[in-house]
């Protein structure tokens, strides 16, 4: 009978358990109800709101608004260049001040750092092209743009002559000259590539300046290793062929070597196993070290790095002439040797364009730098009154980088912006630009943004400011920063979409390994 008591009162206890707790829940419940959908409305919120600007800006940019045509009584300003000065000129620039003029033998903006990736297909090559004429169809009032070379330039007469650009032989264009007059110049051509005089580079290297440059790379890549798999050939030539050079130890040669272990590791040992164990990679650098403008930690690290990835990177060493199927260096003790290799990428410089030697003879007296156009802290060409130079062409005491060319284009832009609305509040036509310019602005001042290298295996290094001093970072966590960054730094959200879709099926499908 107690037995039987004690279950009952067992079951009673349970019972009244189950009931405290079930009231407990429904008192919670309307506390914490409010809360889980306050939280959702937030994220569908966040979620309707992106889409929609996301949405808003696909049309806007599939369907710009009209624009104004050009004004016979507004200044004529002509930019020389689609690169990272011009561009971002042009992105800041309201033309309602202007009748604006883009000349250049290339018809988009190509966002450079991301080029090496686009050398083995981590990357489509259109994914980094920006096409000029939709930026330009943006602006307030039409801008012209000549797909062109400048090819002369009559400062005194304000004169420029262009040469109509043709690639093909098939096509049909006039090659005559063609004159346009400026009221303003500015100059945004950017360099070419340094060969140091080098013998056999010209003919036998390739480049990694340029699109086509990193198709060129490509082809030959493939060229080498299908060559390669031919069972007719010497060992030795077969070593040959699988030996992969870069001269030039800066970002971009770094960048070359790390993504070409990438699609060598990722991809080439997949398709092609026993060639791909026999492929080498070798980096020469003149200097003491690579990447001479990052912390020694992060030198370092990337020689570390590459010395596990089996790249092997020669310093103190100079390429004293590059032949059709090997090239010979100075060895650090003074002996030279004679070196085999399959595909050679020069990646070390970039000297003057033709037409910036064409001006700087306009103005002989002042301009004595054969690097390119002296330029004071305006970043007016010395000498005239009426041309700026911006980007890689100009001497302006900061290194040829893609931040200062657009930190310089922005900074030119908003000045001229500036003082053509004052001109305008001031109700005057004819207005002595560079000295508004010295008189309401101050000097062009560079802020470093710090410095992003990619250096394969998914790890890149980053050299950043901080306040007064710089941090350094290198790993896998930093490669994420790097594609955050880059994506990010990316000319319009189309690049952006593009980029990361490449990346995304670069992880599920691989790189494509077509010759083309």
């Known amino acids: ?258 993504e070409l272990h990438d699609f060598l590791q990722d991809d080439l040992s997949q398709w092609y196993p026993e060639l791909a164990k026999k492929i080498q990679i070798t980096l020469i650098e003149a200097l003491p070290n690579v990447l001479p403008a990052f912390d020694k930690k992060l030198i370092d690290y990337t020689q570390s790095t590459f010395k596990e990835n089996q790249i092997t990177i020669l310093t103190r060493t100079m390429v004293k002439e590059v032949k059709e199927k090997s090239f010979i260096v100075q060895n650090p003790d003074g002996t030279r040797s004679d070196i085999p290799y399959g595909l050679l990428v020069w990646a070390t410089g970039i000297k003057a364009q033709p037409v910036v030697d064409r001006i700087r003879t306009q103005f002989a007296n002042v301009q004595t730098n054969g690097r390119g156009l002296l330029v004071d802290e305006y970043l007016r060409v010395k000498g005239s009154r009426d041309i700026w130079a911006v980007g890689d062409c100009a001497l302006s005491g900061y290194a040829p980088l893609a931040q200062v060319a657009s930190q310089q284009g922005k900074w030119l832009a908003r000045r001229l912006n500036s003082l053509a609305a004052h001109a305008a509040r001031e109700d005057k036509t004819d207005v002595d630009v560079f000295s508004l310019i010295e008189e309401k602005s101050r000097p062009f001042k560079y802020s470093s943004q710090g410095s992003l290298a990619y250096i394969g295996s998914e790890k890149a290094i980053a050299d950043l400011p901080f306040f007064n001093r710089n941090i350094t970072a290198g790993g896998v966590a930093t490669f994420w920063f790097w594609k955050s960054a880059y994506v990010n730094e990316l000319f319009s959200l189309r690049n952006s979409t593009l980029v990361v879709s490449d990346w995304v099926k670069r992880f599920f499908f691989g790189r494509d390994i077509s010759r083309e």
């Open 1 to 258: 009978m107690f037995s039987s008591s004690r279950v009952r009162f067992s079951r009673v206890a349970s019972s009244y358990v189950q009931r405290m707790a079930m009231s407990t829940l429904k008192e919670e419940a309307p506390k914490r109800t409010p809360r889980l959908r306050t939280l959702k409305r937030v994220i569908y919120g966040t979620a309707l709101v992106g889409a929609t600007y996301t949405g808003w800006s696909m049309y806007r940019n599939r369907n710009p608004a009209e624009q104004m045509a050009f004004d016979p009584s507004k200044k004529t300003l002509v930019l020389l260049g689609t690169g990272w000065g011009s561009t971002t000129m042009l992105k800041n620039l309201d033309t309602d001040h202007y009748n604006v003029v883009v000349v250049s033998p290339r018809n988009y903006f190509l966002f450079t750092p991301l080029l090496p990736s686009c050398t083995v297909g981590t990357i489509e090559n259109r994914s980094i092209m920006e096409p000029v004429r939709l930026l330009m169809r943006h602006k307030s009032r039409e801008v012209k743009f000549y797909e062109a070379e400048c090819t002369d330039i009559d400062a005194e007469r304000k004169e420029l002559t262009l040469v109509r650009r043709v690639d093909s032989e098939d096509s049909k264009g006039d090659r005559q000259p063609v004159k346009i007059n400026y009221d303003y110049l500015v100059v945004g051509v950017g360099g070419t590539v340094n060969t140091f005089g080098t013998p056999g580079v010209e003919e036998n290297a390739c480049f990694l300046k340029e699109m086509g440059d990193a198709r060129k790379i490509r082809r030959r890549l493939m060229d080498s290793i299908e060559s390669a798999a031919f069972d007719d050939i010497s060992e030795a030539e077969r070593e040959r062929l699988l030996h992969m050079v870069v001269v030039g130890g800066g970002p971009t040669g770094i960048e070359y070597a790390g």
